[in-house]
């Protein structure tokens, strides 16, 4: 490093450390806790592949580069399988999917076998769903001395009535299972249709053009959260992140890792954000809609969430999300990997 270098350094280390002292001396005439990177556990929905099949070569190429990223920014990550992409002729080549995630020192939790609702599912039929949902990744993980410890919603969904939830609920507890709330997204599920379709066609522009689209939001949508949980708590907790494992993620994790960086949030497993304890105040929520946990506890503390001021997604990348959704999926042509 040059002298020129250091001095820079040293300049700006010392900024940052009277900033955090002027911060610091703040948080303790708020009563808050002290100030330091926040952490942020980074969760990945529908492991292995959100989306649509190509092929299982493709969903391998989208697995390696997905790891590739959270490796190379020593990110830990905790991915939620449903166990129903595995069930294929392919079924070996799926599975050893879950494996790179186990392999690359990830974790992996349970999200039901084939991504139910629990608010249009009978109880027994989800819990069965669930139960079912475990039984590749359970074995993957014995084999390393571990076992699932987390249950992520699909749709955040935790029962529609105070019997259904409580019923679940103890069902979870009773298998080892943790629920893994949410408390930070990017609606990334609704960026990444319209990306995989432009991949598909092979329009690399518009691809581009919407995962640049998608990093703008994220990074509008994260200081968000920051400050709503500013709002609700008094002071920003342990976030838990809720992405997908996607084609746009996987080719996003640099993009997504520099907007951490600047909103000085740092990357540590699920099991160290949920010791924070936000995540023991009571969910102030029993109804039919899937909901984070910052909305759970703004009912809990009687406080009220900033919506007026949430950022909003480009609606022509959400128009264009929904027209793939609505098109019938087509079997992958001869030849196409
Ligand atoms: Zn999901």
Redesign the pocket.
């Known amino acids: 490093m040059a002298a020129s270098g250091i001095n820079r350094w040293m300049a700006t280390r010392s900024t940052r450390s009277l900033r955090r002292l002027a911060v610091a001396g703040a948080a303790i005439l708020l009563g808050a806790g002290p100030a330091h990177a926040e952490d942020v556990a980074l969760t990945f929905?529908?492991v292995p592949l959100?989306g649509r099949w190509t092929s299982t070569a493709d969903a391998a190429r989208t697995t390696s580069l997905l790891l590739a990223g959270l490796v190379r920014h020593h990110f830990p990550a905790t991915g939620?399988v449903?166990e129903i992409q595995l069930d294929a002729s392919d079924r070996k080549a799926r599975t050893a999917l879950l494996s790179q995630w186990i392999a690359a020192g990830m974790d992996l939790g349970n999200?039901s076998y084939s991504?139910l609702s629990l608010t249009g599912t009978p109880v027994q039929a989800y819990i069965a769903d669930v139960a079912k949902g475990e039984t590749v990744t359970r074995a993957l993980l014995v084999q390393k001395g571990r076992t699932p410890r987390w249950y992520?919603h699909?749709?955040l969904e935790t029962g529609p009535t105070r019997e259904i939830r409580d019923r679940f609920e103890a069902w979870l507890a009773s298998h080892g299972y943790r629920t893994a709330p949410v408390t930070m997204e990017n609606s990334d599920?609704m960026f990444a249709p319209a990306y995989d379709d432009a991949i598909t066609r092979g329009d690399a522009k518009e691809a581009r053009r919407i995962q640049q689209a998608y990093l703008n939001f994220t990074a509008q949508i994260v200081p968000w959260y920051r400050q709503a949980a500013l709002d609700i708590l008094g002071r920003r907790p342990a976030f838990v992140f809720l992405l997908?494992a996607s084609r746009l993620n996987a080719a996003s994790i640099d993009g997504l890792a520099a907007i951490l960086k600047a909103q000085d949030l740092h990357a540590v497993s699920l099991d160290r954000a949920m010791a924070d304890p936000a995540y023991r105040i009571a969910d102030g929520y029993t109804g039919p809609e899937g909901e984070g946990w910052l909305e759970r506890w703004s009912r809990t503390l009687h406080k009220d969430m900033p919506w007026g001021t949430l950022p909003k997604a480009p609606a022509d990348i959400a128009a264009a999300s929904a027209r793939v959704a609505a098109t019938p999926l087509k079997p992958p042509g001869p030849g196409r990997r």
Do not use: I, Q, S
């Open positions: 929905d529908d959100f939620f449903n999200h991504h992520r699909p749709y599920w997908h």
